[in-house]
């Protein structure tokens, strides 16, 4: 029964993301852009996974910060660790080599999306939500 904050409604999901999507693509690929871009999406994705969570189904503070860690070092983790792949790897030629780093943000929020949203959803997909009939009857 409480609003949502603007930025974390479902039609503020795009336009929110255009600039952490271009800082991903943009930014050049070090150490400290992988891991403020990364830690960036993941911050705005477990704040609108929260928001837009079913809220008969409590979390405690312990399970939000539990699932927001997991989600961001995930995807810091394959973001540096894909990134130091690629660029360890002589085998493959420079323009490759080039279009692989571009698309290792893409990779790490791809997966670490997945973990965010099960994570912060776990307790609604482990015990499910309360339906209700016509009559309000649970």
């Given at each position: ?26 930014a050049p690929p070090t150490t400290f852009n ?35 860690t997991v989600a961001t070092s995930l995807s810091?983790g394959i973001g540096l660790g894909m990134n ?55």
């Amino acid at each position: 029964g409480k609003p949502i904050p603007p930025y974390f409604r479902v039609c503020a999901f795009v336009p929110a993301n255009i600039p952490i999507c271009a800082g991903m693509l943009m930014a050049p690929p070090t150490t400290f852009n992988i891991v403020f871009w990364q830690w960036v999406n993941q911050s705005y994705n477990a704040g609108f996974n929260f928001a837009n969570r079913n809220a008969s189904s409590p979390m405690s503070n312990a399970s939000i910060a539990t699932a927001y860690t997991v989600a961001t070092s995930l995807s810091i983790g394959i973001g540096l660790g894909m990134n130091r792949a690629v660029q360890g790897a002589k085998s493959i030629s420079p323009t490759t080599r080039a279009v692989l780093l571009r698309c290792t943000p893409f990779a790490a929020v791809g997966f670490s999306n997945v973990a965010n949203l099960l994570s912060m959803r776990s307790g609604e997909l482990s015990s499910g939500i309360p339906v209700t009939d016509k009559s309000g009857k649970e």
